[in-house]
């Protein structure tokens, strides 16, 4: 039986710095759909409100207006099962799939195309690709908004049996940052078209090409914080020839609503309101010599809301472009840290961790800051 590919593109971007991620999200998912296409899914469906969207990938895919307004994966998806009579699916967003290649979706599309109820995601927590059958399952629950909790309620709400892709950079990347973007950059394994389309490597080249050099010499220290998950560790811990100080704090934070409800709490947030910002950087020195900082996490305990834009500009240091003040002061003080500083969203301590981690290898070993001082 056919096996549906959906990609849900939101586009809009109404700020320069968005629009040149999107324009790295379009690359990807130009990719990810051709590689699609010769894995055998059918159909390969886009949803997206933007024209440049559907203008770019009108080629690879039949590109869908969403209906729902505020947009509603979940009701967007079972109506589309619906209508078209879909029984199995493979869902996932922008950004998504760069280092996937077509053997890995066809090994996939072979999976849930040889099952009655199956259940596959990159991540049970925060799902950025679910793969599953029968799409009736979708009736059993409350949908979600997005895609983070989809493998979650299909196994706890519709019982589907619940299987996860293996851990590792390929599955797992996906570019919601400046930062996931100028590292997947980097891998020899990055697409040209993907690479071609850009990259912050003025901005923070230099923070990932330091610390990528401590992760290959021995005897440092590097400080992980934020929604890190067990295998992340585990994977840092075998592969990577540096120690690893790691703080894992609010996994599933958006998926549970923590973040909106303003209910997230992190260790790092209360030191942050002891310290302040300069204070709290020059601590982190102490106990690492580099930092990677899942800065959502710190920002809902501190009760900040920034803006995609805003967000953004944090990771790649732009202070002049943030109007809030204690974002802005946040970021000048990790720009200025004594440490190399790496910024972003989940992604940072999850898939491009790994890639980040993978391509230190890729990198001669003498351009560590303990070689180079040598």
Same mark, same amino acid.
């Given at each position: ?9 939101? @586009?809009?971007?109404? #700020? ?11 690359? =990807? ?5 051709? $590689? ?43 109506? =589309? ?13 922008? @950004? ?72 590792? !950079? ?6 919601? #940052? ?17 690479? !071609? &389309?850009? #990259? ?12 990528? @050099? ?8 590097? *400080? ?5 998950? !067990? ?31 303003? !209910?997230?709490?992190?260790? /790092? ?5 002891? /310290? ?42 732009? $202070? ?16 200025? $840290? ?10 940072? *301590?999850?898939? &491009? ?22």
């Amino acid at each position: 039986m056919a096996v549906a590919f959906i990609l849900f593109f939101g @586009g809009n971007a109404s #700020t320069p710095i968005e629009r040149r991620l999107d324009a790295v999200r379009l690359a =990807i998912a130009v990719h990810l759909l051709r $590689a699609a296409s010769k894995a055998q899914f059918d159909p390969l469906l886009v949803v997206s409100p933007d024209p440049t969207v559907h203008d770019a990938l009108a080629r690879y895919a039949e590109v869908l207006r969403p209906s729902t307004t505020p947009f509603h994966l979940g009701h967007e998806l079972q109506r =589309i099962a619906r209508d078209r009579r879909l029984d199995r699916l493979c869902v996932t967003g922008a @950004g998504y799939g760069a280092l996937v290649s077509a053997a890995d979706l066809r090994a996939l599309r072979e999976r849930v195309d040889g099952a009655d109820e199956v259940l596959i995601s990159n991540n049970y927590y925060s799902g950025d690709l679910v793969a599953f059958a029968p799409a009736k399952a979708l009736d059993a629950l409350d949908l979600p908004a997005t895609d983070n909790p989809l493998p979650r309620l299909l196994h706890q709400q519709a019982g589907l049996p619940n299987h996860e892709l293996p851990r590792g !950079a390929a599955w797992l990347l996906d570019v919601d #940052t400046p930062t996931d973007a100028t590292i997947l950059a980097r891998d020899m394994r990055c697409p040209p078209e993907v690479r !071609a &389309a850009g #990259t912050w490597e003025r901005e923070i080249g230099p923070h990932i090409d330091r610390i990528a @050099g401590l992760f290959v010499t021995p005897d440092v220290e590097v *400080v992980v914080a934020g929604r890190v998950g !067990a295998p992340v560790w585990s994977f840092l811990e075998t592969q990577t020839a540096c120690r690893v100080r790691m703080l894992s704090e609010e996994r599933g934070m958006q998926a549970a609503g923590r973040d909106a409800a303003g !209910a997230a709490r992190t260790v /790092l947030g209360f030191l942050y309101e002891q /310290l302040g910002p300069d204070r709290f950087f020059a601590r982190m020195a102490e106990l690492g010599q580099g930092l990677i900082l899942d800065s959502r996490v710190l920002f809902a305990h501190l009760g900040l809301r920034p803006s995609a834009a805003d967000r953004f500009a944090s990771d790649v240091f732009d $202070a002049g472009a943030i109007a809030e003040p204690k974002l802005r002061a946040f970021t000048e003080a990790a720009s200025a $840290a004594p440490i190399p500083v790496l910024l972003g969203g989940h992604s940072v *301590v999850s898939g &491009a961790l790994f890639t980040l981690a993978e391509l230190a290898w890729q990198r001669p070993v003498a351009s560590s800051p303990t070689a180079s001082r040598q």
